[in-house]
């Protein structure tokens, strides 16, 4: 099966402007998750979403960042304005909800760089 | 917070076992303990997870103790390829994974 597509694959931009990143989970996965990965630390979440529908977003720093996931099949994160400390990688990854005991699928992710 | 403690590195020789340790002695009855590992520039990849058995796939065996505080993750036969980061999780099915730092392997010739 195909997996998890990211795109762009490298961003860069300068501080205060916007940026969008889009996946496109693997096909029949209802669970979306976007990552953000910071240099030598592991991912941490920023947004889950069942469907269309968002199940956690505590972690989304929402007067910055944005996500939909319309149909319920692709999702677009957004960021503006951009601050250095966005720089990272933005991961997606997809799940079958009716698989809720296995783990998910990655994409290879979208390396954003702030200046 | 990560509920798993893992050591921040470690050397494996070419074609020998290595074995990942993982603390994790406060998980939940009903929190399995999955491993995922992430080579460099990659996103992370699932490797195996398990509830209370040993678990066995293609890539790694899963041993989790009998009081479940604590698992390894068996690598039988170490390639360079295995080096990675290898992130141990414990999670409740159907929630978000919650990665802390993982144990950076090395694997040298």
């Known amino acids: 099966e195909a997996g998890v597509a990211q795109s762009p694959r490298y961003k860069i931009i300068e501080k205060r402007q916007s940026v969008a990143f889009w996946c496109n989970p693997i096909s029949g996965h209802a669970t979306l998750y976007w990552y953000q990965q910071i240099l030598g630390q592991g991912p941490k979440l920023l947004i889950q979403?069942?469907?269309?529908?968002?199940?956690?977003d505590s972690q989304l720093p929402k007067d910055r960042f944005s996500a939909e996931r319309l149909k319920g099949v692709d999702s677009t994160l957004k960021i503006q304005p951009a601050k250095l400390e966005d720089s990272a990688v933005y991961l997606c990854?997809?799940?079958?909800?009716?698989?809720?005991?296995?783990?998910?699928?990655f994409g290879s992710g979208t390396r954003l760089t702030v200046v | 917070d990560a509920k798993t403690t893992q050591p921040p590195s470690m050397d494996c020789a070419e074609g020998r076992a290595a074995n990942l340790p993982c603390n994790h002695s406060?998980?939940?009855?009903?929190?399995?303990v999955y491993w995922y590992r992430q080579i460099h520039s990659q996103g992370p990849q699932y490797i195996i997870h398990?509830?209370?058995n040993n678990e066995t796939n293609e890539m790694a065996s899963l041993i989790i103790t009998e009081d479940r505080k604590s698992s390894t993750l068996i690598l039988p036969h170490a390639t360079l390829r295995d080096t990675a980061v290898y992130y141990c999780i414990v999670r409740v099915a159907g929630s978000a994974l919650n990665f802390g730092k993982g144990t950076s392997l090395l694997v040298t010739p």
């Open positions: 990854a997809s799940s079958l909800e009716r698989a809720r005991e296995h783990g998910y699928t």
């Open positions: 406060t998980i939940s009855g009903n929190e399995y």
């Open positions: 979403f069942q469907n269309n529908g968002v199940v956690d």
């Open positions: 398990g509830l209370k």
